[in-house]
């Protein structure tokens, strides 16, 4: 009696185990999908930064000499 017990706690102890590990996968994810919709609105900011300093220049004439 006691092997089959043990093949049951261990079987529920290593899901339990699989379990948090999954967690802790999924909060990884979501970390990380912030963090690209975060870099990618800074790199949009400065694609429009760069696009409306390249407006204002060709609006002077100027030349980057």
């Known amino acids: 009696m006691f092997w089959p017990m043990l093949a049951i706690a261990l ?3 290593g899901i339990a185990v699989l379990g948090i ?3 802790k996968v999924f909060l990884e ?3 990380l ?3 690209v919709a975060r870099t990618t609105q ?3 900011q400065a694609a429009e930064d760069l696009e409306q ?3 204002d220049l ?3 004439g ?3 000499r």
Request: net charge positive.
């Open 62 to 64: 100027e030349t980057l």
């Open 58 to 60: 060709a609006r002077t």
């Open 33 to 35: 999908g912030r963090q």
């Open 29 to 31: 994810a979501q970390r």
């Open 42 to 44: 800074r790199i949009n």
């Open 53 to 55: 300093a390249a407006v």
């Open 21 to 23: 590990l999954g967690i």
């Open 11 to 13: 079987g529920f102890l």
